[in-house]
């Protein structure tokens, strides 16, 4: 019984070879031919059609490649774990990304099959597209969602890149939340990259209200005297003076500051206006 089933396989296999020859834009031939070629267990030339199909002159045939060479691979190499099937996997990546770009169940399946193949490096790059897909698709539930398995991945694999891109891709989806913008201060001061740091700061202290700017100006400051931009650290205190006139203990600090910076002149005026404010007082 078997062997007649082998003899009626090579004899499909022979005909849509054929058929194949006589039409070979008509993607289905291809399709049959390659089921008959996995049905006979002929992984060798079930593989060798598949790279002529990725060879193919026509678009079609050439993507319909993509996703036949991946699910044999990925089949080859659950079965295997042979290292050279998972570099194949991983060159694969850019392709599936730019073939299944608006597909989000085969997204979300690509993902999950590369954290399989222990490569979270990759599989970041699938959930990056979703969140993206789910942000433009106004889904802010699932934009959420693929954001943190970004995250997540980022986390995974130490990648300081994506990590303080998570931060500004979190902050586009909730604008209003100035704790994820600090978080990103935080973090580009983890590992001193203290433009992108001092610039989030200026940025806050044009969006919130006075009562919690001095934190903020304090920041700046500091992140000012480590670039040894000391001009640049007492402009800010200057437009700031008045955050610092309410409290002794601030108006001392301010005075500090100053001369910290070689400031004379700003500490003495401020000392002066600090007089003038207390004679008004009595």
Do not use: C
């Amino acid at each position: 019984m078997a062997l007649k089933e082998n003899k009626n396989i090579d004899l499909a296999i022979i005909y849509l070879n054929q058929i194949r020859i006589a039409y070979p834009y008509d993607i289905e031939n291809w399709e049959k031919l390659l089921s008959m070629y996995l049905k006979k267990e002929d992984k060798k030339r079930a593989y060798e059609l598949i790279i002529e199909m990725e060879k193919f002159p026509d678009k079609n045939i050439q993507n319909k490649s993509i996703y036949l060479k991946y699910s044999f691979l990925k089949n080859e190499y659950l079965s295997t774990l042979k290292i050279e099937l998972k570099d194949e996997l991983l060159n694969l990546q850019e392709k599936l990304i730019q073939l299944f770009r608006i597909d989000n169940d085969k997204l979300e399946q690509l993902y999950g099959d590369y954290l399989a193949f222990g490569l979270p490096h990759i599989a970041i790059k699938f959930a990056k597209q979703l969140y993206s897909n789910y942000y433009n698709q106004k889904d802010t539930v699932k934009a959420k969602k693929w954001l943190q398995e970004y995250y997540k991945q980022a986390l995974a694999t130490s990648d300081r890149a994506s990590i303080a891109e998570y931060y500004n891709l979190a902050i586009k989806l909730f604008p209003e939340n100035q704790s994820l913008k600090e978080k990103l201060a935080e973090y580009y001061l983890s590992f001193q990259d203290l433009d992108n740091a001092a610039q989030i700061y200026l940025d806050l202290l044009k969006n919130i209200d006075d009562n919690d700017k001095k934190i903020y100006v304090l920041k700046l400051v500091t992140i000012y005297q480590w670039q040894k931009k000391y001009e640049t650290a007492a402009t800010v205190l200057k437009e700031h003076e008045a955050l610092f006139m309410k409290d002794n203990n601030d108006k001392k600090m301010l005075l500090k500051l100053y001369l910290s910076l070689g400031k004379l002149d700003y500490a003495k005026n401020f000392a002066l206006k600090i007089l003038g404010d207390g004679n008004n007082g009595r």
